[in-house]
Each structure stands twice: as C-alpha cells, then as structure tokens.
C-alpha cells in the first residue's frame, strides 16, 4: 500500500496541476485575465442571480387557453372535411372539452363518421399511443356525434406545450445576448426564469409574454368599417386594429381570416436602417415554400394592401408596389433601435405556442449579489481555517498532510464547476463550506485506524498501511451514501436545492480523490525523505 507506482504519481500530478491552472482564473481580476496568453484557461465560475443580481420570472402556461384553441381547430378540420365530403351537418359547436355535430341525413351518418377518422388521429407520443387516438367518438343518437379529448391526449398536450415554451423562451432569451441564463419548469405548468445581470425585468416579462405568433393576411378593401366596428364583420373577415403609426387611438382594419403566407415560414429577421427614409426597420427572409407563398400572394394582389399581423395586432399594412419574388421583404413602422431589436428577436425565436402569465417577477440588486459573495467568501475561508486548525491540534503534522490535501480538494472543485460552467449560487456556497467538513472525514477514519493499529502493537509501517488499506471500505460507505443523497437532491429539488445538490456532490468526489491518493502520496513522500523511527500522530 505504501509503494505507489511512477504512473499514479504522474496522473495525480497532473490531475492536480490542471486543477490548478483551471481554477486560477477565478482568484485574478478581469483586466489580469484578459492579458494572460491565449492558451491559458480564461473561464471562470459563473455567478448565479443572487450572487451578481439579475432579473427572477415566474410564468404559467396558460393550458386552458390551448385546449380551447385545440378545440377551435378540431372545429374548422370538421367544417372543411365534412363539406368537402358532401355531408349535411347542423349544430357543430364545443363545450368543454367534446365537439358535437349533428349529421342532418341518416343516410349520410356512416359516412361522417368515416370522414372525422381523418381529424382524429392516433396519438403520435410512444408513450401515450398503445392504439389510441386524440378523440373518444360516441353516438348518443339522434345523429349527433360528439368527439371526446381523451385525457392521454390532453396529458400529452400539456408537457408538449411545456417543453416547446421552454424552448421559445430559452432562444428568446439567448437572442438578447444575456449569459448563463437558468430556465427550468417547475410543477406541472410553472417555468421558471433567472437571469443574472439583467435588471430590467420589465423588459424580460414583455418579450417573454408576446406570443409573437406572425401571419400574412389579406386586407378586405371593400369592407365597411364602421359597420365592422359595430359587430357586422363580414363573412371570413375579422377585425383588427392598427397599431402602426404610434397613435393613441389603434386605426380599426379589417383583414382576411385566411392567412395567405404563416410566420412559421420566417428564416430570419434583423433589425436594420432603411437606406433611403433612415428609419428603423425589420428585414424577413422566408424558406423556401414561404417565399413561394409570398410571391404568388404579391403577384395576385399588386396594388392592394396587406397585412402583417403579430399576435393579431396590425403592425404594418403596406401596399404591394409589384410582385415580390426574392423571398424578402421589410417592416416599416414607428420602430426605435431597441424596438426593432426585440421584434427581430421574436421573430427569429419562433412563435410561443401558449400565453405565459406572470406569477411572481423579482429583482436582485448588484449590491446584494456583491454582499452575498463577500458573505460567501468568510464563510467559507472561516470554515476551512477552523477544520484545518482543528486537525493540527488533534493529529499535528499529519494534521499539516490533511489540511494540504484539503486546500487542493477545495481547487479541484472550483476547477470542476469551472470545467463544467455551473453557476454558482448561495446555497452552492454553503455546499462548498459544507464539503470542507465532509473532506476530512476520511482523514479522520484513516489516522483513527492508524493509532489503533499502533495500539495492538504494529509497527510504524504497517500500522499506517493497514490505516489506509483498512479504512477504506468505511469511506467509500460514507461517501456513496452522501453522493446518492446529493443525487435525490438533484433529482427532486429545483434552483437552490439543485445548487447545493451539485456542489455537494462534485465536493464529495474530489474529498474522496484528495483523501485517500493525495493524502497517501504526501505521507509515502515524507516517509521516504525523513525516514522517521517512530510515529506519532
């Protein structure tokens, strides 16, 4: 146990050397960082929301609102089949979470319900589908069908939704340049959102509540407003207002309900200066099919208005001057710089598939941050003078070998969270301080075993050897229960539990290397260079 071979001298050398180097750059300021050599490590451990300041969001999915919105589509798919199949129907309408029809010739309700099969697909989820499809269909008679959103359906829908808003919001946030934003879902319909360094929350909530979801529509010239205005809206038409020219008062427009090019086509979007008026506006550029819907639109409707509508509010109604076949175009508006930044912005992240509602929005101020890592810091330099004291005064200088071995297990933790760019928060501090306790357990258990074995009357050698090679079952004991009780945390715990999960478990892996070889080597190091008589600890 005490001949440790050139190889695993080497290994930990290294180990420890590029802990070293990673770790460094978090003990230097910035401006000593930014003149060190390009192939020295440069990251540093990011700080989280309540350490540097930043913006907290609390958001709902609004899951009652798309259900209805499924509901509402499941509506038009009837109309548009059941008419295109020649089948007579009355009273097609939803409540709750079923849609009723009502098939007006008998003879004709066998083929309905062929028909609908379209509209009701199975289940696209593996884990939902064994068969089943998105509707229960059942027949109460009278020729009425009615379609029943099943709950796997609906089960499926909610964590689809979920998932894709994190997404939206994830890209929303990184197109504003922010860094090491935290985006997690929390409950069933709750997101979660921190960002460090920013503190406009205000800001943050806009973009992140726009829908932003884009259409292309016709405007219906020949519609009266007035009449519009008092609820005669014509048939296929809906009416929108225009919020364009910066008024107070929104200009009433009436658009076609058939979108003629869908936002879901947008490539890109970037803010941009007009070079002939110098105003501010928002370049598009479509795929391929979206270029060809919105040239044929142009094409077909040279001299007419559209309208560019986001999250049915009119932003731009311009005219088509010609046929516009490059698959490009601009918005034109009242935009300022910032303005068009974030529209761009939206645009490029993609539409959210449901409204998100603030539940409960914070600041972090910068000073507070700087108070808590000031905080932070005592913490922890108290915590490993009072252990490492301690071990001096209880072993003396093998109390030296594990308050050594302790320091480097401290680097190599900063190196790992470093490595890996976790974000370091308050409770990831106190999991640090925590693990500095927990580091010389196993330095304990080990000297312990040693003056035991000296006790029954072994040798200095062999009493440090079997120390070591007796103890070693108790500390990989203790230090799998401590590692799977960081993992539950981890698991089930969400933002500062995760923190303190993570810190914790990296720090007992690096104490369990740093006690068992690091303190090893140091004592087999010193044994050959002293060459002691006798021992004591």
Do not use: C
């Not at 005490?2 to 460094?24: E, N, T």
């Not at 999250?311 to 009242?334: C, H, M, Q, T, Y």
């Amino acid at each position: 146990m005490l001949q440790v071979s050139a190889w695993v001298r080497i290994l930990v050398s290294v180990i420890l050397l590029s802990g070293a180097m990673i770790s460094l750059p978090n003990a230097l300021p910035e401006q000593v960082r930014a003149k060190m050599p390009s192939w020295l490590p440069h990251n540093t451990v990011s700080l989280g929301l309540d350490l540097q300041g930043g913006s907290y969001v609390l958001l709902e999915v609004d899951l009652d609102d798309v259900m209805k919105g499924r509901l509402e589509t499941t509506l038009g798919d009837i109309r548009r089949t059941l008419r295109k199949a020649h089948i007579g129907y009355a009273d097609l309408s939803a409540a709750g979470d079923s849609v009723h029809v009502r098939i007006i010739e008998a003879a004709q309700f066998d083929d309905a319900l062929a028909a609908l099969k379209d509209v009701n697909p199975q289940l696209s989820g593996a884990v939902f589908s064994v068969g089943g499809r998105e509707f229960d269909v059942s027949q109460p008679g009278g020729g009425v069908i009615v379609m029943h959103m099943t709950d796997a359906y609906k089960k499926q829908t909610e964590t689809d939704v979920v998932s894709r808003s994190i997404e939206v919001v994830r890209r929303r946030i990184d197109e504003l340049g922010t860094k090491e934003p935290s985006i997690e879902q929390q409950g069933k319909d709750r997101i979660v959102v921190q960002v460090p360094g920013l503190q406009d929350p205000t800001r943050l909530l806009s973009i992140l509540q726009t829908t932003a979801k884009m259409t292309f529509q016709l405007v219906d010239e020949t519609a009266d407003i007035q009449a519009a205005q008092r609820g005669n809206v014509p048939i296929g038409d809906e009416l929108l207002y225009d919020v364009e020219h910066g008024t107070k008062t929104p200009v009433p427009i009436v658009v076609e309900k058939r979108v003629a090019v869908d936002g879901d086509r947008l490539k890109d979007a970037q803010a941009a200066s007009n070079q002939q008026t110098g105003g501010v506006v928002v370049t598009l550029r479509f795929d391929n099919v979206g270029a060809r819907e919105f040239a044929d639109t142009s094409k077909n409707n040279v001299g007419h208005r559209f309208a560019i509508v986001l999250d049915k509010k009119v932003i731009s109604a311009p005219v088509f001057r010609e046929a516009i076949l490059g698959g490009s175009g601009e918005i034109e508006g009242n935009f300022t710089m910032q303005e068009a930044t974030d529209l761009s912005a939206l645009l490029r992240a993609g539409a959210l598939p449901a409204k998100l509602k603030p539940i409960e929005q914070r600041t972090v101020g910068a000073e507070l941050g700087a108070d808590s890592v000031k905080a932070g810091q005592y913490s922890a330099i108290a915590g490993l003078f009072l252990v490492a004291v301690f071990m001096v005064l209880r072993y003396g200088l093998f109390g030296v070998f594990a308050d050594a071995a302790l320091t480097l297990n401290v680097i190599l933790l900063l190196a790992i969270l470093t490595l890996f760019g976790a974000t370091l928060t308050l409770p990831g501090i106190a999991g640090i301080v925590l693990t500095m306790g927990m580091a010389v357990d196993a330095n304990v258990l080990i000297y312990e075993r040693i003056r035991e074995e000296q006790r029954n009357g072994r040798s200095m050698l062999g009493s440090i050897d079997a120390g070591f090679r007796r103890a070693m079952a108790t500390i990989i004991d203790a230090n799998a229960t401590h590692l799977i009780a960081s993992l539950i945390l981890f698991e089930l715990g969400s933002g500062p539990v995760r923190g303190f999960a993570v810190t914790l478990g990296v720090g007992i892996i690096t104490s369990f290397f740093t006690a068992v070889m690091v303190t090893r080597l140091i004592v087999v190091a010193w044994l050959h260079i002293r060459r002691p008589k006798k021992l004591t600890i």
